[in-house]
């Protein structure tokens, strides 16, 4: 194991001999880190907190810190941070707030400088957090999505898989699987770049287009527009659409945007 003599590191920590632990690093009791993991200068590990396989925690990131909650009361929570995650200068990343409760972060993540995660968010794997990403506590991102710099999402929020959200966007509502996002938070279109990238057969991608058209572009209600997508998609990537629809929604769904709705309008009198 090899750690700096200026780091201070709790006897009860729990770190894998592997581990590099740099300069001025404060590792309290309670912390667990798994083999491969680098710490450079300045990281702070505290709480009920692990740290999964081969991490790069840079330098002034803070995990697992008490929440940002005035009801939180000091109980034990937790922060489970998986395996093969870069998390970049001056992050922060926040544990639990209800006793017992879990901030969690999957696994291939890249949380660039700045972000905060704040308590009881759920990151799924290969989820990217551009610098400055702003998540309140509660909330859910799916696999592979991208949350663009400068982003923030309130409460409770739940963004779907290879969603793209962008840059400074303010994210108030549900953003549904694959769908690119303004900045005023609502469905500028579908990321077919980050589909294709992700190697999604055109089969999919065709369903997710029409699922979109029966969501959007339609004039159905939402309710209804639900029950004939579950009776209608077949492939993977639709059922993934449908089953997000079907979660519970603290928020609700975001619509088309300003520009897509005037143009789905105009299409419709034609």
């Known amino acids: 194991m090899s750690i700096h003599p200026t780091a201070v590191v709790d ?81 922060t990343i926040h544990r639990g707030t209800v006793p017992e409760s879990e901030t969690v972060i999957g696994d ?24 400055n990403v702003m998540l309140a506590g509660h909330v859910t991102i799916e696999d592979r999505a991208i949350i ?17 959200v962008g840059g400074n966007a303010g994210v108030q509502m549900d953003i549904v699987p694959f769908a690119l996002v303004d900045r005023s938070g609502r469905i500028a279109g579908i990321n077919r770049i980050g589909l294709r990238r992700g190697d999604t057969p055109q089969e999919d991608i065709n369903e997710i287009r029409e699922v979109y058209r029966c969501l959007f572009d339609s004039e159905l209600s939402h309710t209804v527009a639900v029950e004939k997508l579950v009776a209608m998609v077949e492939t993977p990537s639709g059922k993934k659409l449908s089953d997000f629809l079907r979660g519970e929604s603290k928020r609700g769904f975001a619509g088309l945007s300003r520009g897509r709705r005037e143009s789905a309008d105009e299409e419709s009198q034609d």
């Open 11 to 91: 006897p009860k920590a729990e770190l894998d001999p592997s581990v590099e632990v740099g300069p001025f690093c404060v590792i309290e009791k309670h912390v667990r880190v798994a083999a491969g993991c680098r710490l450079f200068q300045g990281v702070f590990l505290t709480g009920w907190t692990s740290i999964g396989e081969n991490c790069e925690l840079h330098p002034g990131c803070v995990v697992g810190h008490a929440p940002q909650d005035t009801k939180y009361g000091g109980q034990r929570t937790f922060c489970r941070i998986g395996k093969g995650n870069v998390i970049r200068e001056y992050v």
């Open 108 to 131: 291939d993540c890249f949380l660039l400088a700045g972000s905060h995660v704040g308590h009881n968010c759920a990151i799924g794997n290969g989820v990217t957090l551009i610098n």
């Open 148 to 164: 663009s710099g400068g982003a923030g999402v309130h409460q409770f929020v739940r963004i779907g898989a290879l969603a793209l």
